[in-house]
């Protein structure tokens, strides 16, 4: 790139990978039709996983992407059943949840609760997460506290682990219910606290949620708005109505997470950013301008308008930038 950069300040760039991990519910009412697709179900695998449009395909070389998708196991059986099996449980240890057998997919024991099929995020996590979630399908309750305990886990021990980029961490709670709890935790009776404390606890810590509640009733819907103020991450609860709005949706979403911030290898003096140049796939782009960029801090700049998305919608976009003497110090 031909600026007036100092042979001494080489400015190297590199996206800023987010830790990305969805938690998908797969409760009985995931069946249910939804506008736009055969189901609920159905229609966010498609809008996650399709090629080459599905948003897990098409940006898994510049997030770390996992997956939690879970239920309460096949026994749909009830709150009282659950009660009584509970009691006998501790007269007979073999009928405890976790004496049931496999499930079907793969999964945890059928009688288990919660029943979770875990993916840990990491790049180009495409093929283990897409076969997890096409073997997996609507099943049993909705415990929601107790899936979101579990991917808060899995996030942050995945991104603060020994020689991994250390990116911001984002869940991202796709449901279309009332959260329940576990025949020991609640006998399946709704339960809004477990999933507001555990948002808490994760906001705390840095990680941010997003919630996306699909088809979901008024009382569902103010618990999900709750979360979403929480969750941190300046975004309300996204409802919505169709496939097509669902997709426009998770794409404002990912927009969100997977950003536009771009890491520097060294500090830029805040004030004299503009001296020097950013280029985008060879186009040089405006400072400060509202399709350019703008330096987030002193170590990040971040694109802005279309520049932005261009940068979101091109895995393999190159970007270049160069300063003045003393107006960069490498790292």
């Not at 996992?66 to 009691?87: H, Q």
């Not at 007979?92 to 609760?113: E, I």
């Not at 107790?146 to 911001?168: H, I």
């Amino acid at each position: 790139m031909n600026t007036d950069t100092c042979a001494g300040a080489a400015v190297t760039a590199s996206r800023v990978k987010p830790w990305v991990l969805f938690v998908v519910d797969r409760s009985g009412s995931t069946d249910g039709a939804f506008p736009g697709s055969t189901s609920r179900w159905q229609a966010l695998y498609d809008s996650l996983m399709a090629q080459p449009d599905g948003l897990i395909f098409k940006l898994q070389s510049v997030a770390y992407f996992g997956m939690v998708l879970f239920d309460g196991g096949e026994e749909n059986v009830g709150a009282w059943a659950n009660v009584v099996t509970d009691w006998m449980c501790i007269f007979d240890p073999s009928l405890c949840a976790d004496a049931g057998t496999a499930g079907a997919d793969g999964g945890a024991p059928v009688a288990a609760c919660p029943r979770l099929i875990p993916i840990d995020p990491k790049l180009n996590n495409y093929n283990d997460i897409n076969t997890a979630y096409q073997a997996a399908g609507p099943g049993g309750s909705t415990p929601t506290a107790l899936a979101l305990d579990s991917a808060y886990q899995m996030v942050s021990t995945a991104a603060t682990a020994p020689d991994v980029d250390s990116g911001p961490q984002y869940v991202i709670l796709c449901t279309d219910g009332e959260p329940n709890g576990c025949a020991s935790s609640g006998w399946g009776m709704t339960d809004y606290q477990g999933p507001i404390d555990e948002v808490t606890q994760a906001a705390a810590a840095g990680i941010k949620t997003f919630v996306i509640g699909i088809a979901v009733e008024a009382q569902a819907q103010a618990h999900l708005d709750q979360l979403a103020q929480i969750g941190a991450t300046g975004a309300p609860a996204f409802s919505p109505t169709t496939k097509d709005d669902l997709v426009q949706k998770l794409t404002e979403i990912m927009g969100g997470s997977v950003g536009c911030q771009v890491k520097l290898n060294g500090t830029v003096t805040a004030g004299q950013e503009c001296s020097g140049r950013v280029l985008l796939n060879g186009v040089e782009r405006e400072c400060n301008g509202a399709d350019g960029w703008r330096l987030a801090d002193e170590s990040h700049i971040e694109l802005q308008g279309a520049a932005c998305t261009e940068f979101l919608n091109m895995s393999d976009a190159v970007l270049e930038a160069g300063f003045p003497c003393g107006v960069f110090e490498i790292e």
